[in-house]
């Protein structure tokens, strides 16, 4: 499971790139699936996928529930006041907003929704340690298809840089490449392989 370069995200045509310009991208990550048939779309594999049930890792699920525990603990999963007007949702155009396949604030996991086109999503959570967005996006070539899996971080509060780089081991070595092999697994079950 590849990070690639902030370089070559950026010339990728994603809405998110306008959309968070001024929130630091903190890493992104590809995976390449089989180009079984044309015209798949983000939408259609998450719709699908959702009825599949794919899980993480039972090591990147221990660490969730660790870190989901400690944040109980500690408060750190705990919206910060005045969420509302923080929220990335509020920069939503007129045009985003219809282009949405989910309306804003829908709840999905432990994220809500900003919007859901038909081949990019940005989901956000808001706590005490961190603004973050998730990216998903699929990009379709000739060859493949391309899952992009970018997170964005905004800080809340000074804690939130010592915090990103506590967890980013854990991230980058355990929970990401379960997620993205999730992501695999859950496309060769829907769609095949080649």
Not at 114 to 142: C, D, G, K, M, W
């Amino acid at each position: 499971m590849p990070q690639i370069s902030a370089q070559d995200f950026k010339q990728l045509p994603l809405r998110v790139h306008d959309f968070l310009a001024d929130v630091p991208l903190h890493d992104v990550w590809a995976i390449d699936l089989p180009h079984t048939r044309s015209s798949i779309t983000l939408d259609e594999f998450l719709r699908v996928s959702r009825a599949n049930q794919c899980k993480l890792s039972p090591g990147a699920r221990s660490l969730v529930s660790i870190r989901l525990f400690a944040g109980r603990l500690l408060g750190w999963d705990r919206e910060p006041v005045a969420t509302a007007l923080d929220t990335f949702a509020t920069r939503l155009t007129s045009a985003d907003r219809s282009k949405s396949l989910a309306p804003p604030g829908t709840r999905d996991g432990l994220f809500q929704v900003v919007y859901r086109f038909e081949n990019e999503q940005l989901l956000e959570i808001i706590n005490r340690t961190a603004h973050a967005a998730a990216l998903s996006a699929l990009i379709e070539t000739p060859t493949a298809y391309r899952f992009i899996f970018g997170v964005y971080v905004r800080n809340v509060s000074r804690f939130t840089p010592f915090y990103m780089t506590l967890i980013d081991p854990f991230r980058k070595w355990v929970v990401y490449p379960s997620l993205l092999a999730t992501v695999r697994a859950s496309w060769d079950r829907t769609f095949g392989t080649v």
